[in-house]
């Protein structure tokens, strides 16, 4: 492995669930890349994997405590806090997000994340129902909303035997999600747009066709080109969403307004994951129509122009353009035609039904482009923007 990390300074806050053992195995892959991992353990994480265990692979002694006179005497709490240029929480427990979310300063740990200037990132790992728990989701909104980095939880069978969405992402996975925050900038100087959402069609001042898209693959895929040092342009159709820090946002309606927004953004590249409308009414009513009086069938409706494949055919084309594709059916096939008919670098293809993609937290995705598909899994959307940008990031060095 590559010193890629060489000298970079981690606190790795271990806390107290089944899957505190993984966070030897990101110790090791961390410290093999050269960074300086101090780890801070809460007292329940003890109860999982020993402090000896991770002081022998961190080769420093493992913090807990945080009215300590000795560790105050040398790299007291504040230290240690302005020290570190990024905190990590892998995994990070319900009872911590809670805690962090709270701005609690109750024990070593959480004291750090509230006095370190550095960036915060949990990994949380919990029961499927501990994660869709309204409590847990309010803490895990108001950590993203003030700016902490939230790696994973992914989807699968649980430590517990439940299956759902909470699992801890795999020590290799966060190793990575750390180097692209560190060693960061993998896209930095580019200009991305993003599209997202639905589009709305006026029929009359009072209806309008959409569809049932929530816009969260593409806010997720805005952020973690944000996270990789891009600059970014988020054109959405309306959303429930609050916008990622740092993204600058265009809010539109219909599929005409999208295509003229986004012919406005001068980008190295474009990722439309917008879920437009693919006809509309020629002429919305200027008055609501009226049923029972054959008003439905004066509506004629006309195709809607394709957003990407404009954009990807015009001289203004960004380097690298790369589409989206909901399928119920055939969704691999569908996707390479895409990728021809448009003129794409890569499409995304997931397939839509049984409760996934459309609103879902969670989605799976296949990368397609020339050289063939790759699978990138069932995982919850921000997983799967992760693992797309650092597609993106390979791409863009080609
Ligand atoms: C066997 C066992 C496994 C647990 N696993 C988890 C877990 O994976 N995620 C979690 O959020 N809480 C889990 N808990 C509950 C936490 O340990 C508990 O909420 C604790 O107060 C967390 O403290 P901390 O966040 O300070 O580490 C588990 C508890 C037990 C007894």
């Not at 055939?330 to 390479?336: F, G, S, W």
Request: negative net charge; hydrophobic residues 45%.
């Amino acid at each position: 492995m590559t010193q890629v990390l060489s000298q970079r300074r981690v606190i790795l806050g271990i806390t107290g669930g089944i899957a505190a053992y993984k966070a030897a195995e990101l110790v090791r892959t961390l410290v093999r890349a050269g960074a300086q991992v101090q780890v801070v353990m809460t007292k329940a994480a003890e109860a999982f994997v020993t402090p000896l265990t991770l002081q022998a692979l961190s080769g420093r002694e493992v913090k807990t405590e945080l009215l300590d006179p000795s560790a105050e005497a040398g790299m007291g709490h504040i230290e240690l806090a302005r020290w570190a240029e990024l905190l990590l929480i892998a995994p990070c427990t319900a009872d911590t997000m809670a805690r962090l979310a709270q701005g609690r300063g109750d024990d070593l740990l959480t004291t750090l994340a509230l006095a370190t200037p550095a960036p915060i990132h949990i990994a949380p790992a919990m029961n499927q129902q501990m994660w869709a728990q309204a409590s847990t989701q309010a803490n895990l909104t108001t950590l993203i909303q003030r700016g902490v980095t939230v790696h994973g939880p992914a989807a699968g069978e649980q430590a517990c035997g439940d299956v759902g969405l909470g699992r801890m992402l795999e020590p290799e996975a966060l190793h990575q999600a750390i180097e692209a925050a560190l060693v960061s900038g993998a896209l930095a100087g580019q200009h991305w747009l993003v599209t997202a959402g639905p589009t709305r069609e006026a029929i009359d001042p009072v209806r309008y066709l959409s569809n049932h898209s929530s816009g969260k693959m593409g806010y997720a895929i805005a952020r973690a080109l944000r996270d990789a040092g891009a600059s970014v342009t988020l054109v959405s159709g309306p959303t429930q969403l609050d916008c990622p820090d740092g993204v600058t946002r265009i809010s539109v309606d219909s599929a005409r307004d999208m295509l003229q927004a986004c012919q406005g953004v001068n980008a190295d590249g474009m990722i439309a994951c917008a879920a437009v409308a693919d006809f509309r009414p020629a002429e919305a009513a200027q008055t609501k129509l009226k049923k029972g009086e054959g008003d439905l069938n004066q509506i004629t409706w006309v195709e809607n122009p394709d957003i990407v494949a404009t954009i990807a055919q015009s001289p203004a084309r960004p380097r690298w353009v790369i589409g989206f594709a909901a399928e119920t059916d055939n969704a691999l096939a569908n996707a390479r035609a895409k990728l021809l008919r448009k003129g794409l670098d890569a499409v995304l293809a997931n397939q839509v039904g049984d409760g996934v993609a459309f609103g879902t937290d969670d989605n799976h995705l296949h990368w397609v482009d020339a050289s063939g598909d790759t699978d990138l899994g069932h995982a919850a959307k921000s997983v799967l923007a992760d693992a797309l940008v650092q597609r993106l990031i390979t791409l863009t060095k080609d």
